[in-house]
């Protein structure tokens, strides 16, 4: 019992001393961490009232207090930020579809402004802005030193009113200007037509409108062909889409997966994981499809692009996309004001991130730079064939119907094939669209 009672005793003490050796210096450090944290905040404090008291001239408090809670969002990362009232007014006004600019998605490398892509039908589109394209100055003002929401600032201003960017390209020696004149931003997310009987969809932006959009646009494009069988393809055409709301890309993806993980979001603790399945229904019904991307594809369409590669659903062509994996949450602070704070990343259906990586295409179509018309070009002499020439023998295998489908069916290939000068990348998807349905109809 004594033996019993003096081991007892000294686990107690053993105990006691593990707690003094370990949890102690532990709380030690955890106090220590507290004190510096107060140590910082009595710093901002004594800076914040020798600005206030000292400076040079007289500046208001909330905008002092204002800037320091934007710089401490924007050390983060390139898309957390503050939004002011006024900011995530604007900003709950663009994911309707409508608003005013320039028509620019634009994000922030080593200080210096880069269009990640010019949004179809906008003022910048117009003006030949690319994706890829660094912004240096406004208006001879320049942007180097600025955080991204004061460069943002800058560009913005009344529509109507002109505003003279300066950009810097790849592969062009000097930098030159471009005079846009700023407008109403109105946004239709997504397009549909048919090139033959492949249809196109076209989505510029994750909006609210962008599933119904593009569903709609299908459907009256489906129905003009005469229904599903005569449909050979789709292409989804995501170039230059800056991404939008997390929930469209969802639906998106779900419009034509049957099955399976569209997305997954992992946040800094495990339990905030989430995953995303797709429902039974596919609005294309198992037809071939075509996504095309480039390094202007972002966020929201590169889960809606990984999603379909991984399920072998698409074959994505064209470049490497631009890379944002991340996931945004807009909180609403005090005042009518939000903060955007990148919350988690996501991940595609066989688990990989695609943050600063990129979606890589199966099949990498570069889209070559359009060369002006030579002047008074003579149009290229049309050559003879066996039914040009005299006195030709007939063909006595097809009956006249058959030879005049054959003829629309050579007519609409030669269509198509004009299509290369104008897009190279949507031709080459339609032409392998072609492939694919004539293979599967062989089946």
Known sequence: MRKFVMAALGGTLAGAVLTTQVAGPLLAQDAAKNTSVYEQLDLFGDIFERIRAQYVEEVDSADLIEAAIDGMLSSLDPHSSYLSPKDAADMRVQTRGSFGGLGIEVTQEEGFVRVVSPMDGTPADDAGVESGDYITHVDGEALMGLTLD?????????????????????????????????????????????????IVLRVTTFNDQTYANMSDGLAREVEALGGMKNVEGIVLDLRN????????????????LESGEIVSTRGRNPGESERVNAEAGDLAEGKPMVVLINGGSASASEIVAGALQDHHRAIVVGTKS??????????????????????????TPSGRSIQALGVSPDIVV?????????????????????????????????????QRQIEEEREAAEEAAKLRDDDFQLSYAVDLIKGLSTIAMAQ
């Open 150 to 198: 004061e460069a943002v600032n800058m560009l913005r201003g009344p529509v109507g009113s002109e505003i003279i960017i300066t950009v810097v390209r790849e592969g062009v020696d000097e930098p030159f200007d471009v005079s846009i004149i700023r407008d109403t931003i109105k946004l239709t997310a997504a397009t549909a037509r048919s090139v033959g009987n492949t």
């Open 241 to 256: 889409n800056p991404g939008g709301l997390l929930n469209q890309a969802i639906e998106v993806s779900d419009a034509f």
């Open 322 to 347: 631009f890379g944002k994996g991340s996931v945004q949450t807009v909180m609403p602070l005090a005042s009518d004001g939000a903060m955007r704070l990148t919350t988690a990343r996501y991940y």
């Open 366 to 402: 570069q889209q070559p730079p359009r060369l002006p018309e030579a002047e008074n070009e003579e149009e290229a002499r049309p050559q003879r064939t066996e039914a040009d020439l005299r006195g030709s023998l007939n063909n006595d295998s097809l009956t006249e119907d058959e």
